[in-house]
């Protein structure tokens, strides 16, 4: 039974590139990724709500491996060029499986527990991010000057590109999983099951820094951590929140009970 559901983008002036999943079988989230200077074809926003409406209509019996594909076809099919462009993240749960299915950066948890995703390289943009504008705060540079024309988002494109490089790459390391229309490899899609003792079932995208157990908890801590750090630096994000906008990023959450 479905609990609690939230999409919301992080600017009304912009489309927002999260969406949910809403099956029969499958429940949990979508996000397509944030448009980059040299991206080209459907943004992350049509490729996120034409990848939700395929994950929607999951059958009974599928396993993760032939959602993925299937999923990885339609995006093909929409960007032309696969790895090229664009791409979206999911993290569903199967409902008579039991299973999470998991590629990218979805956050999980499981009776309030969390269930981290694989590392990545974006830790790294994100640190070289917010080292630049650390530096500029050291040199007394206001906050908000900073949140307005964001050097540090500017320093990092080329490391952007690197990590884009790496998207389907099975580099155990700064390699990850998502849907672009390349083939995914079975490293980077992960399926967790769910054990049969959980009651709830909490999925976000990385809108939410820290998921919580009830979407009141989660924006209450993500409203903390923007007022507290606005540009998104401890922990460090690949993105801050501008002056206009009402966070850093779109966020979907949906909150389930078996």
């Avoid at 590392?119 to 900073?146: F, K, Y």
């Avoid at 490293?187 to 990385?206: A, K, S």
């Avoid at 951590?225 to 630096?233: E, F, G, K, T, Y």
Wanted: with cysteine; charged share 25%; aromatic share 4%.
């Amino acid at each position: 039974m479905i609990l609690e559901t939230s999409v919301v983008p992080r600017d009304s002036a912009e489309p927002c590139a999260d969406r949910l999943v809403l099956g029969e079988h499958v429940l949990g989230v979508a996000d397509g990724a944030t448009k980059k200077p040299w991206d080209t074809g459907p943004d992350g926003a049509e490729l996120a709500e034409a990848v939700a409406g395929h994950l929607a209509a999951t059958a009974a019996g599928c396993p993760a491996r032939e959602a993925v594909d299937g999923a990885t076809a339609l995006v093909r099919g929409l960007l032309g060029d696969a790895g090229v462009g664009s791409a979206v993240s999911f993290c569903v749960l199967h409902l008579g499986r039991r299973e999470i299915w998991r590629v990218g950066e979805g956050r999980v948890l499981l009776d309030g527990l969390p269930v981290p995703p694989r590392p990545s390289g974006e830790r790294i943009v994100a640190e070289a991010r917010a080292l630049v504008l650390r530096r500029h705060l050291a040199d007394d540079v206001p906050e908000a000057t900073l949140r307005a024309d964001d050097p540090g988002r500017a320093a990092v494109q080329e490391l952007l590109r690197a990590l884009v490089g790496l998207r389907n790459r099975p580099d155990p390391r700064y390699g990850y999983g998502a849907l672009d229309g390349q083939d995914v490899p079975d490293l980077f899609v992960e399926v967790v099951p769910v054990p049969g003792g959980v009651r709830e079932v909490v999925i976000t995208t990385d809108g939410y820094p820290e998921p919580a157990p009830t979407l009141a908890e989660a924006e209450r801590l993500l409203a903390q951590r923007l007022a507290r750090d606005p540009l998104m630096l401890d922990p460090p994000e690949t993105k801050g929140k501008r002056p206009a906008a009402n966070s850093f990023d779109d966020r979907a959450y949906l909150r389930v009970a078996l």
